[in-house]
């Protein structure tokens, strides 16, 4: 085939932890001539995005962060605010930034079977010329989900957002402030309401199953040994060992197991003895679906939010808007100022904002028919070139090991393609069919598809998590490039 200009362009959607991981691993092959998409005005992704009072990560920064950028961590758990400037820094270190094309929106990707090169369709309508891969980085957890009495239009004439909506300079000083939702979002939102709203009434569905944090600034004795590379690492490594041991064949979503069972039993035992003068409460915060069903909630300081006399606890869901208020489903209004939606997001949809065209103009969506599925997350057959992020299935913990394994694995699968001089990667139907088989298997095995969870697709079936840990994750992109992909 006759080389074209921009033969070798990779695009990638997205410039958050996933995209820039791909992005730097694309440089590390020697490729350079890439293009990142960004829909919004600034890098981040989901730390852009997510920037409501009390937004923390809840896994330690020494191993939510890239192994190859060290970084000088304020404490054991970083703010949205240092994880933004910490990937800001690693882009621009990099030399990134120049590469990514904010504002804009990407809505298609379509593979020319005359060319074997990617169109990509953004809002603009700008003629981006053609690609030879596409990296999709858009992450799993980036479209709000509203009930349906708050999309669109509605009567209530107070301000009201979504958690990862939050308009920047909204505060909830003096306001009467009410959060519909329980999960890892609404107990940071809650926590910091309780220290500035004058009321805070929380619409609880469901109790969640919480563990404390721990959560802790590091001295700066402990920050000056950090900057020792042996004792960062060591860090770094006793924390991976840790995950990988828990995550041990899920270990810790299987009933039974002893990661869930020593688990569970500490989460009770927080919960009793956080709430135990507060029987009243004790009773209403006591989740009835099996630990880890949902994912954990860590928290120092949910319990003790809900006990201050301005919080109050709703236990039913917030059902429908009134101009004034929230009512609730058992009919009951509740007068607010402002409501905060943390009711999470529309994850088992994924890529529900791309279509994504592949052989023969198949549409993605279409051959997923509601339940998607790759091979590890990456590949789906079919759709050459094109790699996912973060796809189905690859939900687990350490986050950032796993954008690193993956973008590893696109890059140098394209470095590989241009240096045999092929054009095409696809992945065999096969070996993704017998994949996904021995997935569900393992993941039946599981707590998860034991209630309802944003794991699951509208089938029912989990299309977000790995069964696994990390370790066994990489083995398994090691193993794919050898038995499971081919190149023409
Ligand atoms: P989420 O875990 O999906 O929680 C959404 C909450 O909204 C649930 O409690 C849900 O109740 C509730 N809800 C939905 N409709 C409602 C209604 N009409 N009235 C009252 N409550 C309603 O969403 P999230 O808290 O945004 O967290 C999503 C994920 O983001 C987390 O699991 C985590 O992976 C990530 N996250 C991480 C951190 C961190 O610290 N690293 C922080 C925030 C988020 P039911 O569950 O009963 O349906």
């Not at 529900?352 to 065209?357: D, E, G």
């Not at 023969?360 to 050459?384: N, S």
């Not at 993941?443 to 699951?456: A, C, H, Q």
């Amino acid at each position: 085939m006759k080389k074209s200009a921009g033969e070798h362009r990779v695009a990638i959607i997205g410039a958050g932890f996933s995209g820039l991981a791909a992005a730097i691993a694309l440089i590390k092959q020697g490729i350079e001539d890439f293009v990142i998409f960004e829909q919004e005005a600034g890098l981040g992704g989901t730390w852009w995005n997510n920037h409501y009072p009390g937004a923390e990560v809840d896994l330690e920064s020494h191993i939510y962060s890239f192994s190859f950028e060290p970084y000088d961590w304020s404490g054991i758990y970083a703010t949205q605010e240092e994880l933004l400037d910490y990937l800001n820094h690693v882009a621009k270190k990099w030399q990134v930034v120049k590469r990514i094309r904010f504002g804009e929106k990407v809505e298609q990707v379509a593979w020319n079977d005359a060319d074997h090169q990617y169109t990509v369709t953004t809002a603009s309508g700008e003629d981006h010329g053609r690609f030879c891969a596409v990296i999709s980085a858009v992450g799993f957890l980036n479209v709000p989900l509203l009930p349906p009495f708050a999309r669109g239009e509605t009567p209530f004439k107070g301000v009201q957002c979504h958690t990862s909506r939050w308009p920047h300079g909204l505060e909830m000083t003096g306001k009467r402030v009410g959060i519909l939702g329980t999960g890892s979002s609404a107990v940071q939102v809650v926590t910091e309401a309780e220290r500035q709203a004058e009321d805070v009434t929380i619409f609880q569905l469901e109790p969640n199953w919480i563990l404390p944090k721990g959560s802790l600034a590091f001295t700066e004795k402990e920050r000056r040994w950090f900057k020792l590379p042996l004792i960062y690492w060591w860090k770094r490594a006793q924390l991976y060992w840790r995950y990988d041991m828990r995550q041990w064949f899920a270990g810790h979503a299987r009933a039974g197991w002893k990661a869930n069972k020593s688990r569970a039993e500490a989460a009770l035992a927080y919960l009793k003895e956080s709430l135990a003068d507060r029987p009243d409460l004790l009773e209403l915060a006591t989740p009835k679906f099996p630990f880890e069903a949902r994912r954990t909630v860590l928290s120092d300081t949910y319990y003790d939010s809900l006990k201050s006399p301005k919080v109050h606890l709703v236990p039913h869901g917030a059902q429908s808007l009134t101009e004034t208020g929230i009512v609730d489903s058992t009919g009951k209004e509740y007068p607010v100022d402002m409501i905060v939606y943390a009711t999470g997001f529309d994850a088992a949809n994924y890529l529900c904002t791309l279509q994504v065209k592949g052989i023969g103009g198949r549409d993605l969506h279409q051959q997923w028919a509601g339940e998607p599925e790759a091979l590890l997350g990456m590949m789906v057959p079919g759709f050459p070139n094109f790699f996912m992020m973060y796809g189905p299935n690859t939900n687990s913990v350490p986050l950032v090991t796993f954008y690193e394994a993956q973008a590893s694995f696109a890059a140098s699968m394209i470095k590989t393609m241009i240096r045999r001089g092929k054009t095409m990667i696809d992945v065999k139907p096969e070996a993704t069919q017998r994949f996904n088989k021995w997935l569900q298997n393992l993941l039946s095995k599981t707590v998860w598809g034991t209630t309802s969870n944003y794991f699951r697709a509208g089938t029912g079936k989990i299309v977000s998590q790995w069964p696994l840990n990390a370790t066994s994750y990489i083995a398994g992109l090691k193993l794919a490039k050898l038995f499971a992909v081919r190149m023409r």
